[in-house]
């Protein structure tokens, strides 16, 4: 359970909530005489931070032949949390569409129950390329609206069209599996 991709994906658990304290808390850095961009700054970093370890944590679950089942559950508990978390903070202070992040948080919660019965039926549907271009596509937007960039928006909507189509894909890959397994 406590090899370092395992720890890696806990350190993004760590990191979620402080990150969404952070966004929420703008007034604290002011209160103090800080620039408010320094509060964006902090935000965007503590999210590329834990967005990198996404990728460590697999590159070296593979490479060092670490993949455990705890990881195999931390790691997309990691990752939505994280990404729940900054979606959450850039609603609640009005950098992102309410509807763009219901859809988002839905898809994801859905596709969490999907793979919970997955697992149960003994079905492996691994992620797909839809799937991780959507999880890139995501922390793009949140980069650019925690930035408070130009393009965030459009980003986030173009985020929103991957997660939705990914979700579809994999529905369809669990449908299609689950009738297979059914009938052999």
């Known amino acids: 359970?406590?090899?370092?991709?395992?720890?890696?994906?806990?350190?993004?658990?760590?990191?979620?909530?402080?990150?969404f304290w952070v966004i929420l808390n703008p007034q604290w850095f002011t209160a103090r005489g800080i620039d408010i961009s320094w509060?964006?700054?902090?935000a965007a970093l503590l999210f590329v931070l834990a967005s990198?370890?996404?990728?460590?944590?697999?590159?070296?679950a593979?490479?060092?032949n670490q993949i455990t089942i705890a990881g195999k559950i931390l790691d997309p508990l990691a990752d939505k949390m994280l990404i729940i978390a900054a979606f959450l903070g850039l609603m609640m202070t009005g950098a992102a569409s309410a509807w763009a992040i219901y859809i988002i948080i839905v898809r994801e919660l859905f596709i969490t129950g999907l793979r919970t019965v997955s697992i149960s039926e003994g079905i492996d549907i691994a992620a797909s390329w839809a799937g991780?271009?959507?999880?890139?596509?995501?922390?793009f937007a949140i980069g650019f609206l925690l930035m408070h960039w130009p393009g965030g928006e459009a980003l986030l909507w173009f985020a929103v069209a991957l997660t939705v189509y990914s979700g579809a894909e994999y529905v369809v890959g669990f449908v299609k599996t689950y009738q297979r397994n059914r009938h052999a």
């Open 39 to 42: 509060n964006y700054y902090l």
């Open 1 to 19: 359970m406590f090899n370092l991709p395992n720890l890696l994906a806990m350190s993004r658990m760590v990191i979620a909530p402080v990150m």
């Open 62 to 64: 593979r490479e060092l």
């Open 132 to 139: 991780k271009v959507k999880t890139v596509a995501q922390m």
């Open 52 to 60: 990198v370890t996404d990728f460590f944590d697999g590159y070296i």
